[in-house]
């Protein structure tokens, strides 16, 4: 099809659609009109049962612990198959040589940048590590936080250089990390079942509301989250990373098709 | 606290993740064939777990409630799995499946550090969960779960033509994701409630109501797109050719008729209750299912690329489910659910002597490989029988699901459907038996220069013995042929309805006896008239070829590999799915 045919086509489909959209959009309820019932059963029950005051973790780690599982193996998938894609043909090794494009020059990394990487590298994992254990009180929690770590381990490479990066992280580890956070996670599900209890219920002291402590299993559960999300995120910058520096040999085979 | 065989249904979703985060946590430290053994009896568990459950289920619905939220003062506040027994057997199916892939694929993947036995299982507990789940954002959780998974095993290869199978497949699933998404999210703001009952409940008593409608709309398209109906069915067979060959039985087995298993379920038992949605149906579904079979079973007999020959036939056999669907009967529902099953054994059972194929000789392309199957005349006799299977001999599982399907069209007098399912059954058919022949017979005249494949070439490591690929295969085959019709015919009325949320029925109707024949005798012709072409009278070739050119030039030209061309068809599929909605 020409591009010209593409565009005519849906836009006659855009045409067809258009007036069923507008049907719909007429028909929900008006905006900001009411919290649906589910929302608000929630809000009313949550506080008082799971002694929580962050809604959203309350949710995510236990109303709907599940979506939050399967959400979590999601994400595993998705680094899993990037790793898989990216690593497919350079393999796991640790290259020298970053690749360089001729004629430009290389600026020495400056001190200035060296310093506030070193000053700002720590902070951001504490910060980081802050978000993440205060996942029932405030805003935040295991993925947030998780993500920030990771963010600042990428600060070790930008202040200390390829090597110095590689040096810090090693591959394996963030396997361990990744996998053994899903692990915890998913065990934090089984674990109750083996007192008689429902997959993922809450059955450990559930602690006192706006305290750091409170929330019972989901801070486990929480936590597991926060190293799975740091493995597979820092996995991800060291795999993509890695397709900046040049391939040992030019052109290795595909590692299945051969 | 929950009693006994409820207790059990987290744990076939569970199993797997928990292993696979093992598997992943201590990938490097795992000596060789561990990963093999541990995704294979995890899968074989998954099956044994599902059987379980299903046998338990076959009184009345299991439910489990996640967390111990059980709904309170009707409002249902956490996620629950409800399994009937056809959602049972479905997923113990799937899990045999996989068990069965795993054997198959016996240390291909060896050395990824088991990252191949971890996306497997991934989208095995993804496959599980689907079929239990009684919330709607859950079901999409676990829809989109499989996508993912599925992505980046079908560009395991890595070459120019994976990444381009991938990236259609990924980009029109995820617009799927978007489309559920969008749907699930209107029907929340409507109803205010996830929970496939809660729901149903409030359909039932909103009378014809737009969003509800267009929440429809949008979740039918996402699972039509996931189960390849016209004209959604474009990233399919890009997808199908490239991947792994134990991928490809996964996708071709499981994971296209689960899109419309997961269709009949939303249909009937969350909107069940919309006017609207119950007139629309059988118009759309039928329609769309019978051009869908006609389709592709036409592309299929087009193809020399065997794997993508086996994807256009998977087009055409989902076609045919959803005719099964369209009929709104425990009759036709039932045929579809043991289709469902049966296609996945005899699909699953071709890939993977496509598999052996592209191991042991080193090449998928029809004409390069012919006569080159002698040596391994087993596969042979796989695949013809399969070949004979997959048209219609009345024989076995898929049969009998075909019969049904056939019956449920027969008694609501949709002759149309009921002849593109049997003409589509027949095309493909004719497909595998044209290739099976040359192959393995060495039939078809000399090939000369043609022989050189189009596509890149392709081969699979062969690192497996014959018989430890065909065993697999033989197995599939062997259920397929050997699971007694009697007790699908007395379990299937009451799983049905169950399924449906019906009342039970006694007997279920089967399609005239003669029908499936037809079948057989075309899909031979069909064949016949492939291999023989040259040696037939003139007056016979001519008009067949004169015909046939134009439609099949325009075909072929719609399947153009074009990421954009797949959107605005996408779009026109969406537009056709509303447009019969509206005028309902």
């Known amino acids: 099809m020409s591009p010209n045919a593409r565009i005519v086509l849906l836009a006659l489909a855009g045409l067809v659609l258009l ?67 990216l690593r497919g043909r350079r393999g796991e090794g640790n290259t020298e040589r970053a690749m360089r494009r001729p004629g430009r020059a290389v600026i020495p990394r400056s001190e200035a940048v060296v310093l506030a990487c070193r000053i700002a590298g720590p902070l951001t994992a504490l910060f980081g590590l802050y978000v993440v254990l205060h996942a029932t009180v405030t805003p935040g929690g295991g993925f947030q936080g998780g993500v920030i770590l990771a963010s600042g381990t990428l600060l070790i490479y930008l202040g200390e250089g390829y090597a110095g990066w590689r040096d810090a992280i090693r591959s394996h580890w963030l396997d361990a990390l990744e996998g053994g956070g899903a692990l915890l996670f998913a065990l934090c599900g089984l674990a109750p079942m083996l007192t008689g209890a429902a997959f993922m219920q809450n059955i450990l002291p559930l602690g006192t509301f706006r305290d750091l402590f409170s929330g019972g299993l989901m801070l486990v559960e929480n936590l597991g989250v926060a190293l799975a999300v740091t493995g597979g995120f ?25 | 606290m929950t009693a006994f065989p409820a207790a059990l249904l987290p744990l076939p979703v569970a199993i797997p993740l928990v292993i696979c985060a093992a598997m992943l946590a201590t990938a490097h430290f795992l000596p060789g064939r561990l990963p093999d053994i541990l995704a294979t009896l995890a899968a074989l568990s998954v099956a044994v777990l599902c059987g379980a459950i299903a046998v338990h289920a076959a009184d009345g ?36 499946l996989y068990a069965l892939t795993f054997v198959f694929a016996w240390g291909f993947f060896d050395r990824t550090h088991g990252h191949f036995h971890i996306l497997m299982l991934l989208f095995l507990a993804a496959m599980v969960g689907f079929c239990f789940t009684r919330d709607m954002f859950n079901l999409f959780v676990w829809f989109e779960v499989m996508s993912v998974a599925a992505f980046a095993l079908t560009a395991y290869h890595l070459a120019e033509s994976s990444l381009a199978g991938a990236i259609n497949f990924t980009v029109v699933n995820s617009l799927a994701g978007f489309l559920m998404l969008g749907g699930i999210g209107l029907i929340y703001a409507q109803t205010g409630t996830l929970d496939f009952e809660g729901i149903a409940a409030a359909v ?66 969350v909107f069940g209750g919309s006017d609207q949605v119950r007139h629309a149906l059988p118009a759309l579904l039928i329609g769309l299912g019978s051009f869908t079979a006609l389709l592709g079973g036409w592309m299929a007999l087009l193809q020399r690329h065997l794997k993508r020959m086996l994807a256009f036939s998977t087009i055409s056999h ?27 054994l005899v699909k699953g059972a071709l890939f993977m002597i496509a598999g052996i194929l592209l191991a042991t000789q080193a090449s998928i392309d029809e004409i390069a490989l012919r006569g080159l199957g002698r040596g391994i005349w087993p596969a042979g006799i796989a695949m013809g029988l399969a070949g004979l299977l997959l048209c219609g ?156 050119s134009a439609p099949t030039r325009a075909l072929e030209v719609l399947h153009s590999g074009l990421i954009g061309d797949y959107v605005a068809w996408l779009g026109v599929g969406v537009a056709v799915v509303a447009g019969v909605l509206a005028l309902a």
Request: aromatic share 8%; hydrophobic share 50%; with cysteine.
């Open chain 1, 234 to 258: 820092t996995q991800l910058f060291l795999e993509f990373m890695e397709e900046t520096r040049e391939a040992r040999e030019p052109e290795e085979p595909g590692e299945e098709s051969a």
């Open chain 1, 19 to 85: 007036p069923g959209a507008a049907a719909v959009i007429a028909g929900l309820p008006a905006f900001g009109s009411t919290i649906a019932q589910y929302g608000e059963r929630i809000n009313a029950v949550a506080p008082e049962a799971r002694h929580v005051a962050n809604m959203v973790s309350a949710i995510n780690f236990d109303l709907r612990g599940l979506d939050t599982l399967g959400e979590e193996f999601m994400l595993l998938a998705a680094i899993t198959g990037t790793v898989v894609l």
């Open chain 2, 61 to 96: 619905p299991l439910v489990y409630w996640f967390g111990g939220w059980e709904p309170r003062d009707g409002v249902h506040l956490g996620i629950g799995f409800s399994v009937d027994e056809a959602s049972g057997w479905v997923a113990a199916f799937i899990g045999l």
């Open chain 2, 393 to 548: 001999l009345p024989l076995g599982v898929l049969d009998q699901g075909t019969r049904l399907v056939q019956g449920a069209l027969a008694q609501q007098g949709h002759g149309i459907a009921l002849a593109a399912g049997a003409i589509g059954a027949a095309l493909t058919g004719a497909a595998v038996l044209r290739a099976a022949g040359r192959i393995f017979l060495g039939l078809g005249p000399d090939p000369g220069d043609e022989a050189g494949a189009p596509s890149e070439d392709e081969r699979e490591k062969a690192n497996r013995p014959l018989w430890l690929m065909l065993a697999p295969c033989c197995v599939l085959l062997a259920l397929d042929v050997g699971v007694p019709a009697g007790l699908i015919e007395h379990a299937l009325p009451r799983a049905a309805s169950a399924f449906l949320h019906r009342p039970a029925v006694e007997t279920l109707a089967e399609g005239p006896g003669w029908l499936p024949w037809i079948s057989v005798v075309a899909a031979l012709a069909g064949a016949g008239y492939g291999l023989f072409r040259r040696r037939l009278p003139a007056l016979v070739v001519r008009p067949v070829s004169a015909t046939q």
């Open chain 2, 318 to 344: 989902a076609g045919i489910m959803l005719t099964g669907l369209g009929a709104l009967s425990v009759n036709g529902t039932g045929g579809m659910l043991v289709y469902v099953v049966g296609h996945g």
């Open chain 2, 204 to 269: 039932a008593q909103g009378g014809r109501d737009p969003v509800v409608a267009g929440a429809f709309c949008l979740v039918a398209s996402a699972l039509m797109i996931k189960g390849a109906i016209v004209p959604f069915q474009f990233w399919l067979a890009d997808a199908h050719a490239v991947a792994p060959s134990p991928v490809s039985v996964i996708f071709s087995g499981a994971m296209v008729s689960l899109g419309l298993f997961g269709l009949a379920k939303v249909s009937a038992v």
